[in-house]
């Protein structure tokens, strides 16, 4: 049973990973594109995707 809980939290982590760098991804295409925020707005906006993810 331990083995497959290992597994399942393997695939969390990478699942998380991926997740932060497609949202770090995106980030610079924004910054790319001449679409750039402010600190507060960033962080609003991290804040947002948090709680819109649990």
């Known amino acids: 049973m331990e083995v497959v809980v290992k597994e399942k939290d393997v695939q ?3 699942v ?3 997740t932060l760098f497609s949202y770090l991804d995106k980030g610079i295409d924004d910054m790319e594109a001449g679409r750039v925020h402010t600190v507060e707005e960033a962080f609003q ?3 947002e995707r948090i709680k819109n993810e649990l």
């Open 16 to 18: 998380a990973v991926e």
């Open 12 to 14: 969390n982590e990478q």
């Open 45 to 47: 906006m991290v804040e």
